[in-house]
């Protein structure tokens, strides 16, 4: 059963997105990356960025019909409700992605420094080519020139919670998008 409304920790939370339509975009962006991928010479890798990419990843992969590696990475940069800013080191990353096609998994591009330092440090490892995948996207935040490839749902500028996604490592396991209304 869904909650309309949320309390973690200290803040209250409303039901932002259903899990209905999160279901939704999550499987139409399975539909275009299958389609996409389907005269791929070698399994691509799906690089799935924890920790709030790890439901997307789970949800999504079920959908998935290619052969395919899955690879988990952690950068953390991120505490309360407001981007640091500050980025600290990928670690994970154990994988050999030279030639490879690369699909990066991530739970929601805001402001888009985050993404655009996993993007440099995955393709200084010299894939194919690198595709941007995220469930959650944030345009009037994003700050960056990065063309992103799969997009589930854009937001607006809130702070959400839910499908992975944490306020002080609580939240990610409702399977609603809520958001911050007090
Ligand atoms: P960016 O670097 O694009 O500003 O932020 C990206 C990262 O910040 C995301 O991967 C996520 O971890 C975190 N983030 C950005 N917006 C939100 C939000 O609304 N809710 C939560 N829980 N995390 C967010
Ligand atoms: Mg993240």
Redesign the pocket.
Known sequence: MTKQTVKLHDLLFEVYVAQSEVDAAVKNIAERINADMRNEPAPPVFLC?LN??FMFAADLLKHIEFDCEVCFLKLS??EG?A?SGKIRELVGLNLELEGRTVILL??????????EYLVSSIAARNPERIKICTM?F?PD??TKNLPLDYVGISIEN????GRG???NQL?RNYKDIYKLIR
């Open positions: 960025v709030g990419a940069s991120y409700t981007s991530e739970d929601i591009i805001d402001s888009g420094v985050t993404l959650l944030k935040a994003y809130e702070f959400v919670v996604l944490d306020y939240g």
